[in-house]
DNA sequence: GCCTTTTTTTGAATGACTCAAATGAAAGTT
DNA sequence: AACTTTCATTTGAGTCATTCAAAAAAAGGC
């Protein structure tokens, strides 16, 4: 009998969590919306399971991530947002406009990709890679809002 | 006349905002704090100009970093933090544990000083990059608190 | 199926930060 | 130097994401 390790409970068991409706119905949720805010994952979530309350939500997201199913992403002043895809080393595209997220490939390699000249002594972890730039709908909504297109030529 | 351009006055004027003591302490609080909060600009300011309020405090930064005077750094789920440094593009080592922060130059270049392989057609403007370790005191202070000190030979 | 441990719920609290109206100060104008 | 307009500061309340805490409910080992 073959474990389908992708399934919500499996993971769940894997990790030591108990399993219940909740928090497979979280993971779900964060496998059609990649970089969720908690709010966005309640709003799922509640599509099956309208009693789930947003605290509950909160819960979740705190035990996944502290056994590493999942990450937290916390952008600049934007929410936190949350993501399955851990272990890899990968990095992240963030509109400064709608804070829409995107996953970018790791050009080095493993964590820490990077490292500083001088450590200052510190214990390195981790090199968080953040690139913010306007995403192509807000670039478009940018340009039609204030100019209609600059005329030189 | 030469004009003392790190005085925080002529800051001000070059930068067209109106020259007020709140403004100034704020600018001197930022010398000797490189990385402070809110709070913490605000508490080293009040040592002279006792009345200015945190919300002044708050204008102020939002004012300075609006016009590109200081910059603010948003670790994490640690509050906001001020630096004076604009212009060149450094990163920052944050301790996981305190929230301390250090500079750390940039190895690469200007800004972005690192591209992704694929965009994703968002128009990039930075590349911000964050360290996360243990500085050195945290270091000692875990090693303290736990185990002290593993007896391997 | 029972019992202990862990989750979920509910409701309140926190912390960092923002909004808004009224007062006060800067600096250009005469 | 006084006037005036514009901008800054104060005060007090409000917001948002997130956390705390106590009580009720469910999970999984026995």
Redo the contacts between chains.
Sequence with gaps: MLMNLSDATDLLRGAGLRVTEPRRAVIEALRGLPHASADAIHAKVAQTLPDVSLQTVYNVLRDLTGCGLTRSI?P??HP?RYELRVGDNH?H?V??RCGAI?D??C?IGHA?C???????????????????????SC?SEVATASDPVPVTT
């Design positions: 916390e600049g002043d936190a990095h595209l509109c400064t995107t970018v490939d050009v820490p990077l490292t500083p000249n001088d450590d200052h002594g510190f214990v390195l972890s981790e090199a968080e890679v953040t690139f913010w730039g306007l995403c192509t670039q």
